[in-house]
């Protein structure tokens, strides 16, 4: 008798343990969710190499202008990867730079459009009360296969028109990479 008790002491967390699994199966199907599916989701990332790239496009854009010009390129979660400053531009554009970036990113619109909409709708006037978007032109979002992975910002060109014109040339069509 003591070993069929000490068999059933043994036995009776694992007949807990298939409960579970049951109870977790039978979840998982009012869910709709199969047991094999994979809970996260794969992402493309900007390297540092393509955010040296759309640098150097934005910059020689500038020059062509007779621009220098601050740039900051994000990442899709709004990490900045490079952030340059042009001689003789003013310390306050490498934060407008990041910020236009940002707001690109975080809108998924070009900070020119975003501004020009913001002005003109009543409702969405208050978005230049939020204390990380900046609307002025000169930010894009980046994209590559329907997917925003990035961003650019420029500040410095001289005008919201000339900063958007420089941070729509970083795209990189051999890349996939567009900025609208």
Avoid at 125 to 144: D, F, K, M, V
Avoid at 148 to 160: K, L, R, Y
Wanted: glycine share 8%.
């Amino acid at each position: 008798m003591k070993i069929n008790s000490c068999l059933l002491v043994l036995l009776i967390p694992l007949f807990s343990l298939a409960q579970i699994s049951t109870k977790k199966s039978i979840v998982a199907n009012q869910l709709n969710i199969n047991a094999t599916e994979n809970y996260t989701t794969q992402s493309t990332q900007l390297t540092l190499k393509t955010a040296f790239q759309i640098t150097e496009q934005a910059r020689a854009t500038a020059a062509a202008l007779g621009k220098n010009v601050t740039v900051a390129v994000l990442d899709a979660s709004g990490q900045i990867i490079i952030l340059t400053r042009g001689e003789e531009v003013g310390p306050h554009n490498t934060e407008a730079a990041r910020r236009k970036a940002y707001t690109a990113l975080s809108t998924k619109t070009p900070t020119l459009l975003l501004s020009k909409n913001a002005r003109s709708n009543p409702d969405t006037q208050n978005l230049a009360t939020l204390p990380e978007l900046l609307l002025l032109g000169g930010g894009h979002p980046l994209w590559y296969h329907g997917k925003v992975i990035g961003s650019i910002g420029i500040a410095g060109g001289g005008s919201p028109e000339n900063d958007d014109a420089i941070a729509k040339s970083a795209a990189i069509s051999a890349a996939q990479i567009k900025t609208h």
